[in-house]
């Protein structure tokens, strides 16, 4: 009998607040905390995992981050064409 095909796991992001810690919404993702201004430009990563290197906030979108999660707890790799910021 043929070994059974895995779903893979599926993370939620969950909206948590409508005007969080940058007066913008606030997700949750993965024991990560995704902040944004009220203009959704400018995002910032709250308790992502411990060993993530850099700083994560400037502008972009919460699924760039949520990539960078991922990444991160998945593999112990950044997405490719990302860097530490400084």
Do not use: C
């Not at 009220?38 to 910032?44: I, S, Y």
């Not at 979108?61 to 112990?76: G, N, P």
Request: net charge negative; charged share 20%.
């Amino acid at each position: 009998m043929p070994d059974p095909i895995l779903e893979p796991v599926r993370h939620e992001l969950r909206q948590t607040a409508t005007a969080g810690a940058h007066d913008g919404p606030s997700w949750t993702y993965r024991g990560a905390t995704i902040h944004s201004n009220q203009k959704g430009t400018l995002f910032a990563l709250d308790g992502g995992p411990a060993d993530l290197p850099g700083s994560w906030l400037g502008v972009g979108t919460k699924e760039l981050l949520v990539r960078v999660v991922d990444a991160w707890l998945d593999h112990r790799r950044l997405p490719q064409g990302y860097r530490v910021p400084e």
